[in-house]
Structures are given as structure tokens and as C-alpha cells.
């Protein structure tokens, strides 16, 4: 049997993955759950879902106390502006994109400074002065046909200011171990609306936008364009799609994606690596957190590690 196979056998993530990195994901976060000694749900028998109950009430899917506090406000008042966060999901399932998102923002929105000088680093064009708020699961209005008419949001939403006043934003797709294969939503009027008076793509490839794997990166991009473009909630926007640098489903998808565009605009679209976040985040904080999740979710040498360990 191939090491990774044992390995696969030892943690609990035998699992028909739909992609090598997905299988890889799942196996680095029951590696993780076994290192800080916490138990597997025995019900889903994989070993990337924590116990529900113990995850529940210790937030151990989560980097820091500010974080689960974070999320549980977040969960009690889901139901205020409609945003869509699933439990047990997002207590015991530790591959989940959505948890990664709250523990990658959760301590920027507890320090909206730290967070400033990040994404001055990250977007120096920007001219950003400081960052005014951070947000999960935001939508401007869901179904709302003053923007995309369909129930899309962001997992991240950053409002800035800029050093002229203006007021500007980042809206953020989080994606971990997904493989975009997802059926593509029911196709709106308003998407080509939007498309059209943003100058951004070539309509003559419209058809391609309509289908997996770009959809949902484009239904995304048009909520972030409708905030300015459509419509005049802000000045400027960017719609930053992220994602781990070893999915090659989602670098695949946005290269798709970008064949899509004119050349002759600014597109306000701009993928961002997890690990290009993460290091930049390392540039301004010595705060334990930070190395905490590049060490939970992108450090895969532990596998490669693991794997000699089984043919010695």
C-alpha cells in the first residue's frame, strides 16, 4: 500500500475527493485535529469533522478565543440580514472554506490597523488610508435586483477609506479545497446588464461565463462591479477571489476566467493566494495566530513528513 494511502487509512479521510489537493486538505486537517488531541466525529467516520457537541461549546475549529466569539455573534444573528452560515458546519467540519475565512479575518477585524497595513502592502493603487470595517457572509441585498437579483454574497467584506476621502471595498470569495464543479445557478438578465456597462469582458464569450467552473467567480465579480459600476454605494471596488496556490482547480478556473476580459479596462478583479495573505500578514504582526493557521492549512510538508515516517 502507497504511503499516502496508509496515511489516508491511519487519520480517517478515506474519501473519494475529486481532486489530489482536496485529498491533501483533507488529510492535513485531520493531521492537524490529531496533533491538538481532538477527537473525530465517529457518526461521519471522516477525520475532518470534529465531535458536533465538543465543537460547539469549545469553538476548536477556530485559531483564537476573539475568533470563536466572532462566530458566534455571527451565528446568533444570521438571521438579521439573511446570511447563510450552516451549522454543524461551521463548528465541526474542519475543511470548510467558511471557518477559514473567519479564522484568516476574525483577529483583522479585531485590529482593523494590523488590517490596514496589510492591505496597503497588498494594494498600494488603492491609496488606501484605513480600513473602516470588516464583514462575513455581506450581501448589499439578497435578491435584490438593484444588484445582481440573486441571493450571491461575500465571505469577506473590507470597507476602506482612501487618503482622499473616498470611500472604497474588497469583496472576497474564500476558497480552500474546492473544485468548482458545483452546478451553474440559474442564469439572470441583469448578469449581461452588468457585463455590458462595465466594459470588463469580451460578450462574445458569454456563453463560457454562464458555466462551471467560472459561474460562480463571475456572479461573484458582478456583485462587486454593481456596488460601483451599476450602482453608487462606493467609489471603487475589487473583487479578490482566494485561494491556496496548490489548487490547480482554481488556478485553472481563473485563467479560464480572465480569457474572458477585454483588454482594454481595469477589470477590479484580482486573485489572491493564501500564502501571498499570509506572508504579508507575518510582515506586520509577531502575534501567534497567524502562524497557527499557515501551519493549519498550508503546511503540507507534514504530510511528506508523516509519509517518511511510515517507510522507516
Request: glycine share 4%.
Amino acid at each position: 500500500m502507497k504511503s499516502i494511502e496508509k496515511l489516508k487509512e491511519i487519520y480517517k479521510t478515506n474519501y473519494n475527493d475529486k481532486s489530489e489537493f482536496a485529498s491533501k486538505a483533507r488529510l492535513l486537517q485531520s493531521i492537524w485535529r490529531t496533533e491538538k488531541g481532538y477527537n473525530y466525529d465517529s457518526k461521519k467516520k471522516l477525520g475532518n469533522f470534529l465531535d458536533e457537541n465538543f465543537a460547539k461549546s469549545s469553538g476548536a475549529n477556530f485559531l483564537t478565543d476573539n475568533i470563536f466569539e466572532i462566530v458566534k455573534n455571527e451565528v446568533k444573528n444570521k438571521h438579521i440580514h439573511k446570511k447563510v452560515i450552516q451549522e454543524p458546519r461551521i463548528w465541526n467540519n474542519l475543511l470548510s472554506s467558511q471557518p477559514l475565512a473567519f479564522n484568516l479575518f476574525g483577529e483583522l477585524k479585531k485590529d482593523l490597523y494590523l488590517a490596514s497595513k496589510v492591505f496597503q502592502e497588498l494594494y498600494p493603487e488603492r491609496n488606501i488610508r484605513e480600513i473602516s470595517a470588516i464583514e462575513f457572509e455581506y450581501s448589499p441585498g439578497r435578491k435584490n435586483p438593484k444588484y445582481t437579483g440573486d441571493s450571491s454574497a461575500f465571505d469577506v467584506f473590507i470597507k476602506y477609506e482612501t487618503i482622499d476621502n473616498k470611500n472604497g471595498f474588497f469583496g472576497i470569495e474564500v476558497k480552500y479545497a474546492e473544485d468548482l464543479n458545483d452546478k451553474p445557478s440559474t442564469h439572470k438578465k441583469t448578469y449581461e446588464t452588468i457585463s455590458e456597462k462595465s466594459g470588463i469582458f469580451d460578450l462574445s464569450k458569454s456563453n463560457e461565463l454562464k458555466n462551471k467552473p467560472i459561474q460562480q467567480i463571475w456572479r461573484d465579480h458582478l456583485l462587486a462591479l454593481s456596488l460601483f459600476i451599476t450602482n453608487s454605494d462606493f467609489f471603487i471596488g475589487d473583487f479578490i477571489y482566494q485561494y491556496p496556490s496548490k489548487n490547480e482547480k482554481c488556478k485553472d478556473a481563473i485563467n479560464k476566467y480572465i480569457q474572458t476580459f477585454s483588454i482594454s479596462k481595469e477589470t477590479h478583479f484580482s486573485p489572491l493566494t493564501l500564502e501571498n495573505i499570509t506572508s504579508t500578514i507575518k510582515k506586520h504582526t509577531k502575534n501567534k495566530w497567524i502562524n497557527d493557521f499557515e501551519n493549519r492549512y498550508l503546511n503540507f510538508d507534514k504530510i511528506d513528513k508523516a509519509s517518511r515516517q511510515l517507510r522507516i
